[in-house]
């Protein structure tokens, strides 16, 4: 059994999460298609230029604290 007891209740927002998942999901099912439609080589090239981007942001981010 569980012995932890709750401290406060969960608040719960109504309609707000569900918009931002379901346009997480349009936007996500958008990049997919643009992608199936590109070349190989320039999908791997967009890849290779967000994954550096995102490098050097963890790095940044990393070096501020």
Known sequence: MNSCTPTAPAVVQ???P???LV???LLFG???GTVAH???ALTLASAAVVGCWLIGFAVRE???H
């Open 18 to 20: 569900m918009f931002v």
């Open 14 to 16: 109504k309609g707000r």
């Open 38 to 40: 590109l070349p190989l």
């Open 23 to 25: 346009a997480a999901l």
């Open 30 to 32: 958008l990049v997919l």
């Open 62 to 64: 990393r070096r501020s």
